[in-house]
């Protein structure tokens, strides 16, 4: 199956264009609305159009990774527009006023209690109460008003058909559905890399994308949508924001493959340490490490180094993307441009310097065992923040080097 989807999504990505403007036409004879969109500002112009025009201040929003990389949510408070987002995690995490800090799972990183306190301030509930059911009965509650009373939804896309011009939407709360079957206008935000050539390509990636993100055989709700009901208005942004870019750097070009199920994320030995907050871009882990640098090489220079190049990503990515390759590829990249910090570089020099001479090898190794012992406070002191959380180990007394001579002897 990993190979098929791969093969897919290859033929996909060496036809975009192609499979665009089929599924562009073939949406605009099923009776929605095409709009497109350069970049994350113009897709945010345009709902703010489309929402404007219906003089529509309050909309129901589901889980959409698209509209994070873009801004939406702040975009459209600063405009007046209310989101309410409908996924119970994204829910929680913009209630807690925080990005979400996994794709599929965006409030993984928040404990019952913590979100107990959340429910406490904002939805009412008593103090302390932290049981997942009544959570989770308060939530819906909450949102069965919000899906009544909002005139307008956004959904995400999970995979848009060319062949049909028709899109899926996979949630396991049923709260996309929700949302666009009570709204008058309904608009679906999707990444120009969503689409799959046939109908019939669905039954490898909707096998695969919640085997890899959840386990499930097959998410709850996979609706499909393929054309406004009657009295309903329904709109597609078919969003670039960097993906041509992409897809022209031939070395990088293959993370387009990427369907987000979060997989790479979940093994991924950093992000299981740090979580999704310290990645700072809007998707984290390892995909987001390759995917972030395209957007801004700059601003996210440092993330294809927080890797240990393991291998794992790659390992388990259900469209056999090479993320360890992309990311050892990128820091190639980074160096080149100039764009690494300078510290990391003077450091990597010494480190290049130590490491190719045994005998420098051997005299950091033996200064290092002396400062320990005898000057600890160079690094146990109050300006390194690193050993705010830690403790040093005791200096071994010898290299294992050394040991290893003595015992030949
Ligand atoms: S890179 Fe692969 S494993 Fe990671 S989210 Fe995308 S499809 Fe899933």
């Not at 408070?77 to 994204?90: H, M, Q, T, Y």
């Not at 041509?244 to 340490?273: H, W």
Request: glycine share 6%; aromatic share 8%.
């Amino acid at each position: 199956m990993r190979e098929t989807a791969s093969a897919i999504k290859n033929n996909v990505l060496s036809n975009l264009h192609d499979y665009l403007i089929q599924f562009e036409a073939n949406a605009k004879a099923n009776g929605v609305t095409v709009h497109w969109a350069a970049d994350g500002a113009e897709h945010n112009a345009i709902v703010h159009s489309i929402l404007k025009r219906h003089g529509i201040d309050r909309m129901v929003k589901s889980k959409s990774m698209l509209t994070e990389e873009c801004h939406l949510n702040e975009y459209l408070a600063e405009n007046g527009i209310e989101v309410i987002d409908s996924d119970l995690g994204e829910r929680i995490v913009q209630l807690a006023k925080e990005p979400p800090s996994h794709i599929v799972l965006p409030c993984i990183h928040k404990k019952k209690e913590e979100i107990g306190e959340i429910f406490h301030e904002h939805l009412g509930t008593e103090a302390g109460m932290s049981d997942p059911q009544v959570l989770t009965e308060t939530a819906r509650q909450h949102l069965r008003e919000t899906f009544l009373s909002r005139r307008a939804a956004l959904t995400g896309v999970n995979f848009a058909i060319a062949e049909t011009g028709e899109f899926v939407v996979c949630t396991n709360e049923g709260n996309a559905d929700m949302g666009a079957h009570l709204s008058d206008v309904h608009i679906a935000s999707m990444g120009i890399e969503k689409l799959i050539p046939q109908r019939k390509h669905l039954s490898v990636f909707l096998r695969i994308l919640t085997r890899s993100a959840t386990g499930q055989p097959i998410t709850t709700y996979s609706s499909h949508f393929k054309k406004p009901r009657k009295n309903q208005e329904m709109h597609i942004v078919l969003v670039d924001n960097g993906r041509s870019r992409q897809l022209g750097r031939e070395d990088f070009r293959n993370s387009l493959k990427c369907i987000r199920c979060g997989a790479c994320m979940n093994t991924c030995p950093v992000y299981r340490r740090s979580g999704g907050h310290s990645y700072h871009s809007a998707i984290s882990g390892p995909i987001g490490s390759i995917l972030a640098p395209n957007w801004d090489m700059k601003k996210y220079a440092d993330l294809p180094f927080a890797s240990t190049l393991c291998g794992s990503c790659s390992n388990v990515c259900p469209v056999k993307i090479d993320i360890h390759n992309q990311l050892y590829k990128w820091r190639q990249v980074i160096v080149k441009e100039g764009y690494v910090d300078k510290t990391k570089a003077l450091g990597m020099k010494a480190m290049q310097l130590t490491l190719s001479s045994p005998s420098l090898y051997r005299a950091a190794g033996k200064m290092g065992r002396m400062t320990l012992k005898y000057a600890p406070f160079t690094v146990n002191n109050r300006f390194n923040p690193w050993y705010k959380q830690r403790e040093m180990p005791e200096p071994p007394k010898e290299s294992f080097r050394e040991w290893y001579l003595k015992r030949k002897k």
